[in-house]
């Protein structure tokens, strides 16, 4: 039997920071993958793929569509071939440098590939041998949900990790689920080319964020010719001749859409079976997440868990490889590091980008009874004039009293980036006085929180640029 002081299961990012941080403290490490390659979602099938895909998609979109008077231009050929061979190049060169290259550095720690499960609360099996070890972090992250559609299994469909690697592209495709995957899978092939529609049960097309950004962002899909329909209920699946066939009602009534492919967009389920949390004593949640405190140990207290596969409240690469670090100086250390979620952006990576960090006005009401509150049109933003880019929009929570900033909610070309700033204004508990008071670079689409924090005290259509 081979003894470890650390065993970790799991190969994405939650899994990778805690061996890196695990190697620093010279513990003697196993870490055991199975399924995707070492790297895990993001960077095999999530975050690295889909935003070269979106990247592409924006210079597709913007070639004929940038409201440039005296500038005519066209796309010549897209070969959607080489498009995803380029992708997966990519894909494979990140992986090889950002984590094979890297665990070769990592003396302390030795890679296993195959499918943990635990016997005991200080042994697993993975590949017919048994690994002891006092301490343990699961990181096994999620796989796409397959909502219970008569015929679905029958007919095919896509998940994220299909669509990716797709070598013929479709002609139609519907998207069942919206939110971040489900939008950013439909602007992808959309803006290649393909007809979407997207079928989404909710209200909303992204219920936690802004209702104003996610209505914006609606309007501005549906003008780029994607079809979008909410409060869906999907009955059935069928085939007919080379077609598939969603059956479904909205509002009461029967509707079909005939398509080439369907992609399920539609959540995500911890992986947490077939890996023995009964014999190790973990406790899950009613999604089968592991439940874990806030510095992410389960019920069994010599087990911590990260990522995707917890019930953490923010289920991201960022905080899946925060949480790594921290949970493995915890349960090495006896620290008590934890992530205050409050302060974590977010971000929707279409075009524009919905970016948020900190309450929204429904939170911040349902946390306080009130809401102090503006929101400023990218209309006022000179950049974005400048840009021809004025669609977006840019909306502030602060509290009523201290005016401490508490949100920050943004709709606009590379918002993932601007939110950095809201993140650290969060966190070091501004005040909109301290974003009045800071000089960011004119002109720039990051004077858009400025102009928000002025707005709560000024009329912000009456100044000129250089306030």
Do not use: W
Request: hydrophobic share 40%; aromatic share 4%.
């Amino acid at each position: 039997m081979k003894n470890f002081d650390l065993i970790i299961i799991g190969g994405g990012a939650g899994a990778f920071s805690a061996a890196i941080r695990a190697n620093e403290f010279h513990a003697k490490t196993a870490i055991i993958n199975a399924g995707l390659p070492l790297g895990g979602t993001c960077v095999n099938v999530g975050c690295v793929p889909s935003k070269i895909l979106l990247h592409i998609g924006e210079i597709l979109h913007h070639t004929t569509d940038h409201h440039i008077l005296g500038i005519e231009l066209e796309v010549k050929k897209i070969d959607f071939q080489k498009i995803i061979q380029d992708e997966l190049s990519l894909v494979a060169k990140m992986r090889q440098e950002k984590y094979e290259n890297v665990l070769k550095n990592l003396e302390y720690v030795t890679m296993i590939e195959g499918k943990a499960q635990f016997i005991s609360s200080n042994e697993i099996k993975v590949n017919g041998e048994t690994l002891h070890a006092e301490k343990f972090i699961i990181a096994t992250g999620s796989t796409a949900n397959v909502p219970p559609i008569d015929g679905i299994h029958e007919v095919g469909y896509l998940t994220h990790i299909e669509a990716l690697r797709l070598k013929k592209q479709p002609k139609e495709l519907v998207v069942v689920g919206a939110g971040p995957l489900g939008l950013e899978f439909a602007q992808i092939f959309s803006r290649l080319g393909t007809n979407v529609t997207i079928l989404q049960r909710g209200k909303s097309i992204f219920s936690p964020a802004e209702k104003a950004l996610t209505d914006r962002l609606a309007d501005i899909l549906t003008k780029e010719g994607i079809i979008i329909k909410t409060q869906v209920e999907i009955k059935k699946v069928r085939k007919e001749n080379n077609k598939k066939v969603i059956s479904y009602t909205i509002n009461g009534a029967q509707e079909e859409v005939s398509t080439d492919e369907i992609l399920l967009a539609a959540g995500k389920t911890p992986n947490t079976q077939e890996i023995g949390l009964n014999a190790a004593g973990v406790e899950v949640d009613t999604r089968q997440a592991i439940i874990v405190n806030q510095n992410f140990q389960t019920s069994n207290k010599q087990i911590f868990s990260v990522g995707d596969v917890t019930n953490a409240p923010i289920r991201l690469e960022t905080t899946a490889g925060r949480e790594g670090t921290f949970a493995a100086e915890n349960i090495l250390k006896n620290t008590t590091l934890s992530i205050d979620y409050d302060t974590v952006p977010y971000a929707i990576f279409t075009d524009p980008q919905l970016a948020s960090v900190g309450l929204t006005e429904e939170a911040q009401i349902k946390r306080m009874g009130t809401c102090a509150c503006r929101t400023v049109s990218f209309a006022d933003i000179p950049k974005a004039i400048i840009m021809h880019r004025t669609d977006g929009i840019i909306k502030m929570t602060i509290h009523p009293e201290t005016k401490q900033i508490l949100g920050v909610h943004i709709l606009a070309p590379n918002a993932s980036e601007l939110i950095a700033e809201a993140m650290v204004l969060l966190k070091n508990k501004n005040t909109i006085d301290d974003a009045v008071n800071s000089l960011p670079i004119f002109p720039t689409l990051s004077e858009a929180i400025k102009i928000a924090a002025l707005s709560f005290t000024k009329d912000i259509s009456t100044l000129s640029c250089c306030v």
